[in-house]
């Protein structure tokens, strides 16, 4: 029985949330654009936290390694200087031998010089490799392999390839294309001594550097700097066969070769943050205040909502309706500008994330800057709905036990 | 004197009836009301406290319609607000059909409002997005009674007040005078014992205002009725007027 009485209140309830609605729809649909607006500084603020976090991890990912072994604290913009693993050719030759790793390969990180002129260089890092891959998406041209794989055999002291990949913005400062030739040396005086090739035009290194960055056979690399004697690279990565343990092998490298770190390429993402603070914060503090900034803003409007109907929730208080009745028709408004609000600004949100996108693109080079994963969403729509509903129930309950006849006489 | 506890007073259908004289429908005892303290008993008060009433008693029988006359600030609205269970006087009791409100919670009030008293205000407050007809049947709806039973006494109620022709208006589309008769219907709509009015014929010209009075005279014969005005045709038609000022009773007088 009083089962059936809470249903028909609760339709009676629902019934005056329309009504209420209805009756100012140019206000309804002010409300429901501002929920939208609440979803959209929290989904895009969000996207671009998660975007800057992710930015700076996704070099590693893409790399497809398991395994990276490095030497004292990463930084990514090491010179020539810090390539601090010695005989890298001979440790990776050891590593592909073992059962469970099926290739491994030296990374080496250098500020090289670079010019079409001898006199007129510009200084950028360079990233030795012994491979290019599909993921460097080239603008230009394409990328290049090395004829040997890693072996621990002799290597020429002079550079024998003689191509390099260039990132667009240093092609375009030097104003060269594919086909190119230029100079490159690990100082002034000895660029003039190299002259490789550009055959391909690629972001992809710069994008996880945030700098720009070329891209330069790796045994090239290692003649131009220098350091082919004594082998010297950044990192070595390593993929383990697919019936291996990454974390078993890793931890196995890691006694084998104890001078060195040995971590799982997600540890090493997390190294490597953790060498960048500053972009770990950022990332994180702006999906703090996308949150915290979403929740006030709903917080405020809801307020707003129940307050503007002051006036007939004390009528409808001092005619005998209970708080319960008054917060839940406020409640029900709530919850339907929170749906409506809520789904808008979530279809919105892909949309505006790719303009923003092809915006950050196009003025400082960052592809992707915003990204939008599930989670992205569900915290958009929880706020419009969740928070829309709750906050709308408070105000109404807090509305309806100030209801007194004074406010019926104003 | 009448010491029943509430629970006694509201046992089966909530109304009282100790099986000796009549009960008055109303009864203030020694009513005094100071603002700024907090509205709630037992609460000290400060500085700057306004006793808004003193000492005020007076009773209503069922049949009755009492007038409440004084100058703003007189305390009529105090008063108002202490009948209905709005408000819990500093100090006194207010008691309902026998039952003494003071010692009600929020709750136990707001439901013993909603059963045995309705309102009439001024300004009507009607929800101008509700049709005439679901406006007097709103006080049901916390009563959990299905739409169509409300519905049905709303039909009945607004052919009563004269506007059987007018049920699926909006207030908006009506006149003030139709407003207020509407917004008695929806005072007698849970067949209330006591009907309180705050100025009823404020908003309304002469001839609407004699029309509402007539209407609420005719409520009145076998109910309570409590009406605040300073319009003296609106007090004509009381059997007795209650004058206040300061707080205080001045006269209380057929």
């Known amino acids: 029985m009083s089962l059936r009485r809470a249903a028909v209140r609760l339709r009676a309830v629902v019934g005056l949330a329309f009504a209420q609605l209805r009756r100012s729809p140019g206000r309804t649909a002010l409300t429901v654009f501002a929920v939208m607006l609440a979803v959209l500084s929290v989904t895009l603020l969000a996207s671009l936290g998660v975007g800057v976090v992710e930015t700076g991890e996704d070099g590693l990912d893409n790399a497809g390694r398991d395994i990276w072994v490095s030497s004292d604290p990463v930084d990514p913009s090491a010179s020539g200087t810090e390539n601090p693993i010695v005989g890298a050719h001979a440790v990776s030759a050891e590593m592909t031998e073992r059962d469970d790793v099926s290739s491994a390969s030296p990374i080496a990180m250098h500020d090289v010089y670079i010019g079409t002129d001898a006199d007129d260089l510009e200084r950028t890092p360079a990233i030795g490799v012994h491979e290019t891959h599909d993921e460097f998406d080239y603008e230009a041209g394409g990328g290049f392999e090395l004829d040997d794989n890693v072996t621990e055999g002799e290597r020429p002291p002079e550079p024998t390839t003689e191509e390099l990949l260039l990132d667009p913005d240093t092609a375009e400062s030097l104003g060269v294309e594919v086909g190119d030739t230029v100079y490159i040396g690990t100082s002034r005086e000895t660029a003039q001594n190299h002259e490789f090739t550009v055959i391909g035009i690629t972001g992809y290194y710069s994008q996880y550097l945030g700098s720009d960055a070329a891209t330069v056979p790796l045994t090239d690399l290692q003649a131009v700097a220098g350091t082919t004697g004594t082998d010297r690279a950044t990192f070595i990565t390593a993929s383990v066969e697919d019936d291996a343990d990454r974390d078993t092998v890793a931890a196995d490298l890691d006694d084998e070769y104890a001078a060195y770190d040995v971590r799982p390429s997600d540890e090493q993402i997390g190294a490597m943050a953790e060498e960048q603070p500053l972009i770990l914060a950022s990332g994180a503090t702006l999906v703090g205040l996308a949150i915290v900034g979403g929740i006030v803003l709903t917080v405020n409007l809801f307020a707003l909502v129940a307050y503007q109907q002051r006036d007939e929730l004390a009528a409808l208080r001092a005619i005998g309706l209970s708080r319960w009745v008054l917060a839940g028709t406020i409640a029900v408004q709530g919850l339907v500008i929170g749906i409506l609000g809520g789904v808008v600004g979530l279809v919105a949100t892909p949309l505006l994330a790719a303009a923003l996108n092809r915006l950050a693109t196009s003025v400082i080079g960052f592809e992707a800057l915003l990204q939008t994963p599930i989670e992205v969403y569900l915290i958009g729509l929880a706020l419009a709905i969740v928070v829309g509903t709750v906050v709308a129930l408070l105000t109404g309950w807090r509305a309806g036990r100030y209801a007194r006849i004074e406010q019926l006489e104003g | ?254």
Do not use: C, W
């Not at chain 2, 808004?52 to 009492?66: E, H, N, P, R, T």
């Open chain 2, 1 to 254: 004197m009448n010491h029943r506890t509430p629970q006694q007073a509201t046992a089966s259908d909530g109304r009282a009836n100790d099986g000796g004289g009549p009960t008055a429908a109303v009864r203030l005892e020694g009513i005094t009301h100071e603002y700024g303290a907090s509205g709630g008993r037992g609460r000290s008060s400060g500085d700057r406290t306004v006793t808004a009433l003193q000492d005020v008693s007076f009773d209503i029988q069922a049949g009755d319609i009492v007038g409440l006359e004084g100058p703003s600030g007189s305390g009529k609205s105090t008063i108002l607000h202490a009948v209905t269970g709005l408000l819990v006087p500093t100090a006194g009791t207010v008691e309902l059909l026998g039952t003494d409100l003071t010692e009600l919670s929020d709750r136990k009030r707001t439901r013993i409002r909603r059963r045995h008293v309705g309102i009439v205000f001024q300004r009507f407050h009607l929800l101008p997005s509700l049709s005439a007809r679901a406006n007097v049947a709103l006080p049901l709806v916390q009563a959990g009674i299905p739409r169509s039973t409300r519905r049905e006494r709303a039909e009945t109620l607004l052919e009563q007040v004269g506007l059987g022709d007018r049920s699926t208006h909006l207030p908006g589309e009506l006149s003030g005078g139709e407003r207020q008769r509407v917004a008695i219907a929806r005072a007698l709509v849970t067949d209330p014992d006591i009907i309180v009015a705050d100025e009823p014929t404020g908003e309304l010209d002469t001839a609407t205002g004699d029309d509402v009075l007539d209407l609420l005279t005719d409520i009145g014969r076998e109910r309570a009725v409590l009406v605040a005005s300073h319009d003296d045709a609106t007090l004509s038609v009381a059997d007795r007027v209650v004058t206040l000022r300061d707080g205080r009773v001045v006269s209380n007088a057929g």
